[in-house]
């Protein structure tokens, strides 16, 4: 039995191809032309099964994404001192609305991470943020800046943490959704350029 079903999830409407079938487990999956199917226990609750496919909205969201981004380029490479001026930048650009919050400015690190965007290490009052940003669009850049920051008020992803980036960047969704779409980014990360080692002069 199979039919089509659209579900509002916290990632947007998704169509699903759902089928009932005879098997224990619910096997989520994405095709290649974006089709997402989800099968399930001939018996199986629909409330249970659209319970399940919000909570795996993100990683629904991130799959379409990861296939959209083979059609979008990122930015030419830069130079890491290029890379780490425009992460600086956008911190600069952002640090206002948290500041307003009582977040002191934490040091920056810029590091060639392999699949995150950035991370905040609030523990020790300091932020990292992915040197392939550099190669995304501005206002991409602000708002991973932003989400790092607002993590020294929320350490998690509760509501407190989406109530205050809805506050401050009421787009954030949207850029998010942006941001997937620049994955490819990831695939080659900025690196640092090589100083040549010192010889020294024969006599």
């Known amino acids: 039995m199979e039919q089509l079903w659209l579900v509002d999830t916290p990632d947007g409407p998704v169509s699903v191809r759902l089928q009932r079938k005879r098997v224990k487990n619910l096997n989520l999956r994405v095709g290649t032309d974006g089709v997402v199917s989800l099968s399930i226990p001939m018996r199986f609750p629909l409330s249970r099964a659209e319970d399940f496919l919000r909570e795996k909205s993100d990683w629904i969201a991130r799959t379409l994404a990861r296939q959209r981004a083979r059609q979008v380029d990122p930015m030419p490479p830069v130079s890491w001192e290029m890379c780490v001026r425009r992460l600086e930048e956008a911190l600069d650009r952002v640090y206002p609305l948290a500041a307003s919050l009582g977040v002191p400015r934490p040091p920056l690190k810029v590091r060639a991470l ?12 300091y932020i990292t943020l992915n040197a ?3 190669r995304c669009p501005e206002g991409l850049r602000d708002y991973v800046a932003l989400h790092e920051l607002i993590h020294f008020l929320h350490h998690d992803h509760g509501p407190g943490f989406y109530a205050r980036m809805d506050e401050l960047m009421p787009d954030w969704r949207r850029r998010r959704r942006m941001l997937r779409s620049y994955a490819a980014a990831l695939e080659e990360p900025v690196q640092k350029e090589k100083r040549p080692r010192a010889v020294s002069p024969t006599v």
């Open 132 to 134: 392939a940003l550099a």
């Open 114 to 125: 392999k699949s995150q965007w950035g991370n905040c290490h609030w523990a020790r009052g």
